[in-house]
C-alpha cells in the first residue's frame, strides 16, 4: 500500500501550537553548523520550511520527500529556486560519496527497513560524512506514537543502530519536560491516559482539539522559518547508554566511519 503521509505532516499553513513551530526551528538552527560549506540533502523534507534557511551557510542543498503531493507545495512555494526530488530513502537518487550531511527530522520511524537507511547513507556520504537525525522521544512516559510508523528509537536504540552500521554517533535532548509550561505538565497524566486508550486521533485534523486543550491558542505552521522565529539554546548532551526520560526531541549527528 502507497502511504501519502498528508494526513500525519505538519504542511505549511496548518494550524499547529507554537511549540510545534519552536520544534521545527530548533533543528534546523541545531543543523546549521553542520551544514556550514557543505554538500547537504534533506530526506524527508516535508514542504520545505527549512531548505531556505540551511541554503544561507550550505554549499549546495538539494531535498526530497516521499510523497509527491507534498513536494507540490514546496515547489509551488520556491519555484526553480531548490531541487526537489520524490525518492523514498531506502534508494537515494545521489551518486557515491557525493554529499557531506543527509538530514531526516522527524521521519525516521515511517522507514520500513531503517538499516537499508543507513547503508544508503554510507553510500551516498563522503569520508566523515554525517547523518542528522531528530525524532520524538519513545521514552517518556506520555509518548504517543505516529499512525503508519514502524519503529521509534530512544537515546539507546538510537546509538546501538548507527554503531552496528558504521558510524559514531553523539546524541542530544531538546525540551526539558520539567521546563513546559504548568499546564502542560499537569495535562501530562491526562494525555497518558488518552494514548493508553487509543483516544487522540491519528491525523493532524482529529488532534487540533488536543492540541487546543495542552497547548492553547494554535498558528499557522510557517511556509519558511528564520532565524528571528527563536532564542536558539544548544541541546543538551545525552549519556546514550540509558534511556532520557526528561527531553520531548531527541537529536542524533551520526559521523561515517
Not at 554549499?59 to 520527500?65: F, H, P, R, W
Request: charged share 30%; aromatic share 14%; glycine share 6%.
Amino acid at each position: 500500500m502507497t502511504i501519502d503521509f498528508c494526513s500525519v505532516t505538519e504542511l505549511s499553513g496548518d494550524e499547529v501550537s507554537k511549540e510545534q513551530v519552536e520544534r521545527l526551528c530548533h533543528r534546523y538552527f541545531w543543523a546549521e553548523n553542520y551544514c556550514q560549506d557543505k554538500d547537504v540533502v534533506e530526506v524527508a523534507c516535508g514542504t520545505g520550511q527549512g531548505v531556505a534557511y540551511l541554503s544561507e551557510v550550505a554549499s549546495n542543498i538539494e531535498a526530497g520527500d516521499y510523497s509527491e503531493t507534498i513536494l507540490s507545495l514546496a515547489r509551488k512555494h520556491y519555484g526553480a529556486k531548490f531541487t526537489f526530488r520524490q525518492f523514498d530513502a531506502m534508494d537515494m537518487p545521489f551518486a557515491d560519496n557525493s554529499k557531506d550531511v543527509i538530514i531526516m527530522f522527524e521521519a525516521i520511524y515511517y522507514i520500513p527497513d531503517v538499516d537499508r537507511f543507513a547503508q544508503e547513507c554510507r553510500r551516498v556520504l563522503r569520508p566523515d560524512g554525517k547523518v542528522l537525525i531528530a525524532t520524538a522521544n519513545k521514552d517518556l512516559y506520555d509518548f504517543n506514537p505516529s499512525p503508519y510508523s514502524y519503529k521509534y528509537f530512544g537515546a539507546v536504540e538510537l546509538n546501538e543502530f548507527f554503531s552496528k552500521n558504521g558510524f559514531a554517533s553523539k546524541l542530544f535532548g531538546y525540551m526539558d519536560v520539567s521546563k513546559v509550561s504548568l499546564k502542560q505538565r499537569v495535562f501530562r497524566p491526562l494525555k497518558r491516559f488518552a494514548v493508553k486508550f487509543n483516544l487522540i486521533p491519528g491525523d493532524t485534523q482529529g488532534k487540533k482539539l488536543f492540541k487546543r486543550i495542552f497547548f492553547g491558542k494554535l498558528i499557522l505552521m510557517p511556509v519558511e522559518i528564520d532565524g528571528k522565529m527563536l532564542d536558539y539554546q544548544a541541546p543538551t548532551p545525552l549519556d546514550d547508554s540509558s534511556p532520557d526520560k526528561r527531553h520531548k526531541v531527541l537529536y542524533c549527528s551520526a559521523i561515517k566511519k
